[in-house]
Structure formats: structure tokens, C-alpha cells
């Protein structure tokens, strides 16, 4: 399975950003699909994650109310990002994997990053 993600960039303080991840490949075993962030010198974060019909969302501590994770299709996600702050900034990882939803270990298949810088 490849994940391609897209949609980082710079933005201001309360601005938005949506990011998108695209699967590719056998993606028939995949029912979880989310986004982690990290920042340098620290460990991978979770930010949100849905099953693989969308009935199922899950989202970090710090993240619900102001992000929204959907599905458009098996192999296609979206972050909405609204209301961002400087301490969003961050490299956003896609991930993939046919368990579990918040813990790093629970993917299997990770994208190249997109990074969100968020301005003061």
C-alpha cells in the first residue's frame, strides 16, 4: 500500500488547511486509515483517525472541535483544519493499517509527510 498526502503548507494563526491522503495498492485488508503529526525532537502524535466505512471517527486531545477527519471513498481522507495555531505546526503523516486507530504502532503503512506551518 503507498499513501501519497498533500494539502500542507503556511498559514496564519487562525487560519485553514485541508489535507488530503490517497491510498494505493492491495488497500482491501486497510479498515483504518488517520493522520499523526511530529514535530522535531519529539515522538509521532495522533491526530485523527476513521474506520474504513466513515461511521467511526477519532480524534486527539487537542484536536476535536477543530479538525475533521472524512472519507470520500476506501482510499481517500481528508483533514480539515480550522481555527490553527502556531503549536499545529508540524510534518502531518498519513497512515494506514487494518487495526486500532491511535497508536502509531497500529499502522502499517505511512506517507511522506506534509508539513503545516502555522504564522504568529
Known amino acids: 500500500v503507498q499513501l501519497q498526502a498533500s494539502g500542507g503548507g503556511l498559514v496564519q494563526t487562525g487560519g485553514s488547511l485541508r489535507l488530503s491522503c490517497s491510498a494505493s495498492?492491495?488497500?482491501?485488508?486497510?479498515?483504518?486509515m488517520g493522520w499523526f503529526r511530529q514535530t522535531p525532537g519529539h515522538e509521532r502524535e495522533f491526530v485523527a483517525a476513521?474506520?474504513?466505512?466513515?461511521?467511526?471517527t477519532y480524534y486527539g486531545d487537542s484536536m476535536e472541535g477543530r479538525f475533521t477527519i472524512s472519507r470520500a471513498n476506501a482510499e481517500r481522507i481528508y483533514l480539515q483544519m480550522v481555527s490553527l495555531k502556531p503549536e499545529d505546526t508540524a510534518v502531518y503523516y498519513c497512515?494506514?493499517?487494518?487495526?486500532?486507530?491511535?497508536?502509531?504502532?497500529?499502522?502499517?503503512?505511512w506517507g511522506q509527510g506534509t508539513q503545516v506551518t502555522v504564522s504568529s
Open positions: 476513521i474506520s474504513r466505512s466513515g461511521g467511526a
Open positions: 495498492g492491495r488497500t482491501s485488508n486497510i479498515n483504518a
Open positions: 497512515a494506514a493499517g487494518e487495526l486500532g486507530y491511535t497508536e502509531t504502532y497500529e499502522y502499517d503503512f
